[in-house]
């Protein structure tokens, strides 16, 4: 039964824009904190932005912050990960994923839930 499904993944140009959805179950998305990892090749998978349920939550990595926004529609049961001023080093494979936090709090540790397949985002100079 898959329960995360991104999409929006491709090879975009320094500087350039990019927005990742994913699509959840009802069920992996009601009272769930989502998250968007990336892991680059030869790296760890590291926890990009969260959003707690209720949305008014965020957290987002330093080298992220102020270029990467992350929401969620749950009239849609997706999430959103708008990237800008991308740069080469944001190049890896993007992950949703999703943990159950029911007071609507973020969660940074990697133990989430339910994942995605991941998209591949290539970002060229």
């Known amino acids: 039964q898959v329960q995360l499904v991104e999409s929006g993944g491709g090879v975009v140009q320094a500087e350039g824009s990019l927005r990742l959805s994913c699509a959840a179950s009802?069920?992996?998305?009601?009272?769930?904190?989502m998250g968007w990892f990336r892991q680059a090749p030869g790296k760890e998978r590291q926890l990009v932005a969260a959003i707690g349920w209720y949305g008014d939550r965020t957290y987002y990595t330093d080298s992220v912050e102020g270029r990467f926004t992350i929401s969620r529609d749950h009239a849609k049961n997706t999430v959103n990960l708008q990237m800008s001023s991308l740069k080469p080093e944001d190049t890896a494979v993007y992950y949703c994923?999703?943990?159950?936090?029911?007071?609507?709090?973020?969660?940074?540790?990697?133990?989430?839930?339910?994942w995605g397949q991941g998209t591949l985002v290539t970002v060229s100079s």
């Open positions: 994923a999703a943990k159950f936090v029911p007071d609507g709090g973020y969660y940074t540790l990697p133990d989430y839930d339910y």
């Open positions: 009802e069920r992996t998305f009601s009272s769930h904190c």
